[in-house]
């Protein structure tokens, strides 16, 4: 069964650190296309970061580069998300979505940022960051 956790997500307050966790089951992180998106309430979800099952390239949204940092643990099947220096703006619930689907040079738009090449999402981590 192709299933995705993500884990991590909290109260924080401006200016501090979290990490979210994504564990698969029934398919491998490091042979899949995958990443972190947002929804903020009353906006549509966002791309936040990606890695390419191609090269391991990692790329990120402009309101978060340099901040936030997307890596991988296969030995755990995991994908984590380290964001550091929280504004209040990242308040969001936080998906971790994989692209099964499409080849890294067949991505819709071009991009692994985009949640439409996505065919498997978890259910989602609330990051609640306070000022």
């Known amino acids: 069964q192709v299933k995705i956790v993500e884990s991590g997500g909290a109260l924080v307050q401006s200016g501090g650190s979290l990490r979210l966790s994504c564990t698969a089951s029934?398919?491998?992180?490091?042979?899949?296309?995958i990443g972190w998106f947002r929804q903020a309430p009353g906006k549509q979800r966002e791309g936040v970061s990606c890695m390419k099952k191609s090269d391991g390239s990692t790329y990120y949204a402009d309101s978060v580069k340099g901040r936030f940092t997307i890596s991988r643990d296969n030995d755990h099947n995991t994908l984590y998300l380290q964001m550091n220096s929280l504004k209040r703006e990242d308040t969001a619930v936080y998906y971790c979505?994989?692209?099964?689907?499409?080849?890294?040079?067949?991505?819709?738009?071009?991009?692994?940022?985009?949640?439409?090449?996505?065919?498997?999402w978890g259910e989602g981590t609330l990051v609640n960051v306070s000022s």
């Open positions: 979505g994989a692209i099964r689907s499409h080849e890294d040079h067949d991505l819709p738009l071009g991009t692994c940022l985009v949640h439409v090449g996505v065919d498997v």
């Open positions: 029934g398919f491998f992180v490091d042979k899949t296309t």
